[in-house]
């Protein structure tokens, strides 16, 4: 991994010297000669290497400027003999290691690239917990057979550096089942980059997909694609059905080559790419009216997912439901809010056209104690079906009996004439909390 490196040291001939070590072994280094310069520098390095005796700004204050900018940035100093004690309070500030003169080069650079790898590894935690997060949160919970279907595709798929289509109505949740098939992958580590095709202008989707290069047309600067800023990881192109039929033959071409040309450049640059489209569309049958390209089409379909629409879920519909309303009531720093029988039978049977989307919003208006819709609670004198109001009229006197009993299940259970294995079958059925 080549690293930007700032080097802050007041010793012109050292500066020097250690820039060339550190570009000798493959990183670009920038010199300064005191804190202020470094950090008022444009640039953001990956690292600082820093003396800790300077004239101004010593190594003590660039340490303190560096952490507050950017915690996650190493710093590494430098002490002359007898700084032990300074370079003691410099570790204990933060610093990530320090190295007495004389040094040996090779221990500095070794140093060095142990601070990127551990600098790489935090960003890798950092990233795999937010992801976590993501799916936490996330329509891919569940334990539906759909559910659990999902699951094995992608994890079957994940590991392979097949290009795959992802196909399911809005709000299935299927930039999530991207996401999932990148972090499962070998590039994990490289950059996941999405692309809304449906959002991009036609004018502006080259150029956004492609880059330009200076010169390109007026004004234009140096700037790399969205397929080259995915390379070494996984380029997203979400509603790709909407791309534009100018674009798609380009696109099929760069797929064919993994090499993409910048506009206003005849050079190709090598591409490293995974490439995950997905559609709410049927892209096969886009190919047969000619709105969608069939090459492009197989070139994208290495394997297909199709993620199963909300109303297919069955049980977890209430169990997304209770998620994210609790998710919400803890944001809004409510109390959770129980779901009764009659509300979950009535989740069961909403058609769900926007999905879990749908499902989120209307859990968060739940969790503020707002009314829902009345498609979603039917309104009083609703007919209802005749098991659907013996379930509610039960489930009415077993609340009541664990309210006179106070929670104790077993003499509730013995007031209803049932087994007490029987009746925690029902309370966990009617979601009925004691």
């Known amino acids: 991994m080549t690293a930007l490196i700032h080097v802050v040291e007041d010793d012109s001939d050292h500066r020097h010297a250690l820039c060339d070590l550190i570009e000798a072994a493959g990183h670009r280094a920038e010199g300064f000669a005191d804190g202020r310069a470094a950090l008022a520098a444009t640039s953001r390095p990956d690292l600082v290497l820093t003396d800790l005796r ?7 204050a660039v340490l303190e400027a560096v952490r507050d900018r950017d915690p996650d940035c190493p710093v590494v100093m430098i002490s002359g003999h007898g700084d032990l004690a300074q370079a003691v309070q410099a570790m204990r500030a933060g610093a990530e290691d320090f190295l007495e003169k004389p040094y040996d080069g090779m221990h500095l650079l070794t140093v060095i690239e142990r601070c990127l790898r551990t600098r790489a590894a935090r960003a890798e935690i950092g990233r795999l917990q937010d992801q976590i997060a993501r799916a936490e949160e996330g329509g891919l919970l569940g334990q539906s057979a759909a559910i659990t279907a999902l699951h094995a595709r992608i994890d079957a798929l994940a590991p392979t550096d097949l290009d795959i289509v992802i196909t399911g109505e809005t709000g299935t949740g299927k930039e999530l089942v991207a996401r999932a098939l990148h972090a499962g992958s070998a590039r994990a580590a490289g950059p996941f980059v999405a692309v ?45 059905e909407a791309m534009p039929a100018a674009i798609q033959p380009k696109l099929l071409r760069a797929l064919q080559e993994r090499a993409v040309e910048r506009l206003g450049e005849n050079r190709l640059i090598p591409l490293d790419l995974r490439i995950v489209a997905t559609s709410k569309a049927d892209l096969r049958s886009l190919t047969l ?3 969608f390209r069939p090459d492009l089409f197989y070139r994208l379909a290495g394997a ?12 977890d519909i209430v169990l997304l439901f209770s998620h994210y309303a609790g998710l919400a ?14 509300l979950k039978q009535r989740l069961l049977r909403r058609s769900w056209p926007g999905n879990v989307r749908e499902l989120k919003a209307l859990a968060e208006r739940f969790a503020l104690g707002l009314d829902l819709p009345e498609d979603t609670v039917a309104p009083v004198g609703a007919p209802e079906s005749l098991a659907d109001r013996v379930a509610a009229f039960e489930a009415r006197e077993i609340q009541l009996a664990l309210e006179r009993c106070r929670g104790n299940t077993e003499r509730a259970a013995k007031a209803l004439g049932m087994a007490r294995r029987t009746l925690n079958d029902k309370i966990s059925r009617y979601g009925i909390r004691s």
């Open 304 to 315: 297909e997912i199709a993620v199963e629409p909300l109303r297919a879920l069955g049980e």
């Open 329 to 342: 009531a803890a944001r809004h720093g409510r109390p959770p809010m129980p779901l009764d029988y009659a």
């Open 196 to 240: 809304n095709c449906a959002a991009l202008p036609e004018s502006l989707f080259e150029i956004e997909i492609f880059g330009h290069v200076v010169g390109a047309f007026p004004g234009a600067q140096d700037k790399p694609g969205k397929l080259e800023a995915a390379s070494g990881g996984t380029l997203l192109l979400d509603e790709v």
């Open 54 to 60: 300077m004239p101004g700004m010593d190594g003590q």
């Open 289 to 291: 009216d000619g709105s």
